[in-house]
């Protein structure tokens, strides 16, 4: 976390808008920034912050900032110590409660902040991102892919329904049906640059060791009752 004690401690500084590199370096930030005492009450927040909490900067200054979120004061007061023994809170989701209880999803990272100079640690930094886009967008990529996973289940289940109807027509057929797999005979056969019924047949009146060995790579699948 970046010191930001001159945040935090000198308040006036931002109040009066002095013309420095951090008053715009903050003021041009995309997240909104709060910075609080050790209690947890607001002493800065940025201009992102403001428009996220719909109200001027007065009436913020001094409330207690976990009353913006919806966590309860515990909650909070939890999270806070987490930071302080050094945890790293980067990216806490919860929800933001705006006016007329509108509520936005957010993200938030907590830091200890410490004057210059001193060890202890006399508020803290809040960097608050708005993440509602960010989850709508993962909750409409969980609908698509539920979405896909249901078009699939319902597809193979048409496809063994499929299978089992051939299956029923395969094994109540009078005719005798056999299910023979012939890949290595035609390995052999192309090898053998065989490329006609009469070729074959030539060939196995003039080998009929040839004859048996593609009689042995008849491998046998599956037969019907009639069979």
């Known amino acids: 976390c970046i010191p930001l004690a001159w945040a935090t401690n000198q308040r006036s500084v931002f109040l009066f808008g002095l013309d420095t590199t951090s008053d715009r370096i903050l003021a041009n930030m995309s997240d909104a920034l709060?910075?609080?005492?050790?209690?947890?009450?607001?002493?800065?927040?940025?201009?992102v912050a403001e428009e996220m909490m719909e109200a001027p900067d007065p009436p913020l200054i001094g409330k207690q900032v976990h009353t913006?979120?919806?966590?309860?004061?515990?909650?909070?007061?939890?999270?806070?110590?987490?930071?302080?023994?050094?945890?790293?809170?980067?990216?806490?989701?919860?929800t933001m409660v705006l006016g007329e209880g509108v509520?936005?999803?957010?993200?938030?990272?907590?830091?200890?902040?410490?004057?210059l100079g001193r060890d202890e640690a006399d508020g803290f930094v809040l960097l608050v991102r708005d993440i509602?886009?960010?989850?709508?967008?993962?909750?409409?990529?969980?609908?698509h892919r539920d979405q896909l996973e249901l078009l699939v289940a319902e597809r193979t289940a048409e496809l063994?329904?499929?299978h089992r109807r051939y299956r029923d027509l395969f094994l109540s057929s009078?005719?005798?049906l056999w299910v023979v797999e012939l890949t290595e005979i035609r390995n052999t056969l192309e090898r053998l640059e065989i490329d006609s019924a009469t070729d074959l047949e030539t060939r196995f009146e003039e080998n009929p060791e040839l004859l048996?060995?593609?009689?042995?790579?008849?491998?046998?699948?599956?037969?019907?009752?009639a069979t």
């Not at 960010?134 to 609908?143: F, G, Q, S, T, V």
């Open 68 to 94: 913006f979120f919806d966590l309860e004061e515990s909650r909070f007061r939890s999270l806070l110590d987490r930071a302080l023994k050094g945890e790293e809170l980067d990216d806490y989701e919860t």
């Open 212 to 225: 048996d060995e593609c009689s042995r790579k008849v491998k046998l699948l599956d037969v019907n009752r």
């Open 34 to 47: 709060v910075t609080t005492d050790r209690a947890g009450n607001i002493r800065y927040l940025n201009a």
């Open 160 to 162: 063994e329904a499929t």
């Open 132 to 143: 509602t886009a960010k989850k709508r967008e993962a909750e409409a990529l969980r609908n």
């Open 174 to 176: 009078p005719v005798s």
């Open 103 to 115: 509520e936005v999803d957010v993200a938030i990272a907590i830091s200890p902040n410490h004057a």
